[in-house]
């Protein structure tokens, strides 16, 4: 019988400087505290995180609604993430790869993967005492252990890439889980497809967190960068989608000027422009032709931005400048009032005042 084709989804680790650190990879508090144990040597890296989510953190309205009618429940889960380095020599530790998994059951967690995992990241933490074998010797059996039991108990679970470039790729074996709390896939070609890609994205925005420091936009809506299947092997509609999801972005932001988003605006041009170079990093061919990606204009853009923000910023300061004269009036006509009352308390002569009717 042929193993079925695992669904393959790809997409992008946002970072500005087109590599990131997997030394401070877990390091988040969004949206809660992950807890990590990281541990390398010269040649290899061994990692795990697992952090609390809302089932429904994939970004979308109604987000209780919308768990309880997709996956049948609500409440939080746990998501986990077990990952060694690989090399693409002649660069070593260049990919994160392992297995990520979305736990429901609190009880299965708790009381049946929780504790191999402290087993297991004591382990990894023991390998700093040691100095005869290496870390892949130290951890390698250990490592291949717990992913199979973890795979056995989760709700979902799929294989995951991350390379230094950020380009992240999620392969989702179906069928998927056999424990008890595991979703059914729907009989639906349609609705099976929504539900894997949400499943994956909650994966992928999981591990986003864990490498990416949300500056600028609002983690909690953060749907700038998402994950798309790949078909036929195809690496470049996913990218062209992606760097239109950004330019999107800056676009809708420019359209709406406020001085909270000039800034986001050029700070996303910059990740865009960081991700188009990565593009022609990995696909070669498309350095010899253009019309393969979409070119934008940043440097023109964050020129346009940069003149409607003075534009903004000089309106801003006229109103406080009207605004600065019109409360120093007022203060003064209360000043002159109140030392004027003061003055004729203080007279021991009667002076007769009668209001003008003009003023009653």
């Not at 940043?298 to 940069?306: E, K, V, Y």
Request: net charge negative; hydrophobic share 40%.
């Amino acid at each position: 019988m042929e193993t079925p084709t695992p669904i393959h989804f790809r997409g992008w680790i946002p970072t500005v400087s087109g590599r990131l650190s997997f030394s401070v990879f877990g390091h988040t508090l969004f949206p809660s505290r992950a807890t990590c144990e990281n541990v390398a040597d010269p040649y290899h890296r061994y990692f795990t995180a697992y952090q609390q989510h809302d089932l429904s953190d994939v970004i979308l309205p109604f987000k209780q609604t919308f768990s309880r009618f997709l996956l049948g429940r609500r409440g939080n889960c746990t998501l986990l993430v077990i990952a060694r380095t690989e090399d693409e020599l002649p660069h070593t530790q260049f990919y994160f790869s392992g297995l990520a998994f979305i736990f429901f059951d609190s009880n299965t967690w708790a009381n049946r993967i929780l504790p191999l995992l402290q087993e297991y990241n004591r382990h990894l933490s023991m390998f700093y005492s040691l100095t005869r074998a290496t870390l892949h010797q130290h951890a390698n059996s250990e490592f291949e252990k717990i992913i199979d039991i973890c795979a056995s108990h989760s709700s979902f679970f799929a294989e995951i890439k991350i390379s230094r470039r950020g380009t992240t790729d999620i392969w989702v074996p179906v069928p998927n889980a056999t424990a008890p709390d595991a979703p059914s896939l729907p009989t639906n070609e349609v609705r099976r497809a929504t539900l894997l890609h949400g499943l994956a994205a909650q994966l992928f925005f999981f591990l986003k967190n864990l490498g990416h420091h949300h500056q600028h936009h609002d983690g909690a809506t953060d749907t700038i960068v998402d994950i798309h299947e790949i078909n036929n092997d195809d690496d470049l509609t996913w990218r062209r989608n992606t760097l239109y999801s950004m330019y999107r972005t800056v676009i809708e932001y420019k359209r709406n000027p406020h001085s909270a988003t000039f800034n986001n605006c050029i700070g996303i041009i910059a990740y865009a422009e960081t991700f188009f170079q990565l593009c022609l990093e990995e696909i070669p061919l498309a350095e010899g032709n253009p019309d393969l990606l979409p070119i934008y204009y940043g440097d023109n853009t964050t020129n346009s931005i940069r003149s409607t923000q003075a534009g903004v910023e000089r309106q801003r300061s006229e109103r406080s400048r009207r605004l600065d004269i019109v409360r120093t009036t007022l203060l003064t006509i209360i000043a002159i009032s109140i030392s004027f009352a003061g003055l004729v308390r203080l007279s021991p002569e009667d002076f007769h005042i009668t209001p003008d009717p003009w003023l009653i």
